[in-house]
């Protein structure tokens, strides 16, 4: 169930748009839910749809076509990391296999305690902060050398107690 | 320590890319240093002065929306996102006459590969396209505008909509703006990953919440725009350049630049050299000059290509870009494109191969699928570099590599089909004979390579 705290939010987008356009605040909405939830459940669309009067279709059509909707759970902490041309040519390539060794798994796969997703991403628009990666969609991590990215992940495993 | 602190420790500060001393006449980066943002820095730095000169309330008489209009045409801004439309003549498309709605739409969807200009912008100098935005809604009469803002750069929306508080309680956004007869409503919206939104259609559908798939045009934004109403969409930098044009003059900004080509520009320069960054130069400045800013290609290699104006453009070899100054011109005659500005230097350890590979991937990737050219001919592209890189490419490749990219070219709704195909047909124009070695001897002619 979407509570009334994030319904608080879903309004403060809707708010943003002529009365009879809400539909328009979706990417927010599915957003704020993917931060709460941690991922866009089937259920979740249903909210949504049904809180901005859209079929819960539209909705799913809107989560399956932007590449950072988790349409499936993640582990606590999803790192994108850019491997486009410009970040390749700094290292980007390097940084994703330096975190597949680092954290035991393959890109696309969730670490066993859950902890980690790693995924390769494309362009994340920070070219000249390569390498960049991106933790749950919302935080930017810049010039992640192979020490950097060592220090990320001890960082949040020591703060996880893991 | 909390993970979200150990997260932020590496978070930009903006220091490499933006507060540095190698811009030269800077107008949209002068003076930042990252914690100067806020409305009052902003005023400091003379800002809103131009919203109060176009309302009268700088003592003096005010512009009217045919002046502000004529002030940009004269000053010969081009369009920043990437097609470099003529900025004053956009403007002067919008019906102001319209009895209903209109919308101004500002297109922060920064994700061309090479580019990070905005995103430095949206963070660092907020208010600048907060006031552009408005001085564009007084001059077209509109009332409602929306700034779409790429999703994976969430501290700068989240900045922005910071900065919006900040104007709104300053009266600067609002109904009755500084107690004009003008008012303006601005709010701030975020993609979510899907590069194809920064097409300009594109982008509006996915602000009315639908899937980012372009439009036909005709009929173009300026008649049936966010839903179905006259709309104006330009780019961040575009906003942000226009309140230094309505201080200063539209000859002011035209002397800054060369003609046709006015004002200041924004590059980021990513890839092989000693100090990637944005970089903040006149229009027409040399382009030996802006690699020199950048630090040089990387200690000990020489320079080998360039992708002038972002992922889309046509690579350019040493030879012709050291012949080029930085503006739409220039490049363009060059036989490439100025674009959005995002210079990708490639040195000499670089395999044109391995670049094209990466690039095609990219474009199968975020086709949005609608027209048949583009979804299967971006595939197509992608899986044959894909061969040709892996030793598996035959002799007939690089002519199919043509071929296919020829008729995926001009043949689908968007440029992002013209985009696919533009690096395909010049890497295999200008570097022929690395793709001819990768096939001959199932290897790199370059000896390394990441």
Known sequence: ???DQTKARFAREVAKYPAEQKQSAVMACLAIVQQELGHVSPDSER???????????????????YNMYNQHPVGKYKLNVCTNLPC??????????HLEKKLGVSMGETTPDGLFTLQQSECLGACADAPVLLVNDRSMCSFMSDEKLDQLVDGIRAAEGK | MRANDVIQQFAASGVETCFHDRHISPQIYAGLNGSNWSLKDYEARGGYQALRKILGKDGGEGLTQDQVIATVKESSLRGRGGAGFPTGLKWSFMPRQFPGQKYLVCNSDEGEPGTCKDRDILQFNPHIVIEGMAIAAYAMGISVGYNYIHGEIFAAYDRFEAALEEARAAGLLGDKILGSNFSFQLHAAHGFGAYICGEETALLESLEGK??????KPPFPASFGLYGKPTTINNTETFAAVPWI??????????CGKPNN??????SVSGDVERPGNYEIPMGTPFSKLLELAGGVRTGRKLKAV????????VLPASVIMDCTMDYDSIAKAGSMLGSGAVIVMDDSRCMVKALQRLSYFYMHESCGQCTPCREGTGWLSRMVDRIETGQGRPSDMDLLDNVAENIQGRTICALGDAAAMPVRAMIKHFRHEFEYHVAHKTCMVPAYV
């Open chain 1, 1 to 3: 169930m979407i509570s």
């Open chain 1, 47 to 65: 909210e949504v749809a049904a809180y901005l009067g859209m079929p819960p279709m539209a909705v799913h059509e809107v989560t399956t076509f």
């Open chain 1, 88 to 97: 390749q040519l700094r290292n980007g390539q390097q940084a994703l296999h």
């Open chain 2, 211 to 216: 899937k980012g798939q372009p439009r036909f």
């Open chain 2, 246 to 255: 309505i201080r200063n003059g539209g000859q002011a900004y035209l002397e």
């Open chain 2, 262 to 267: 006015g004002g200041t520009k924004i590059y």
């Open chain 2, 307 to 314: 992708i002038p104006g972002g992922s889309s453009s046509p």
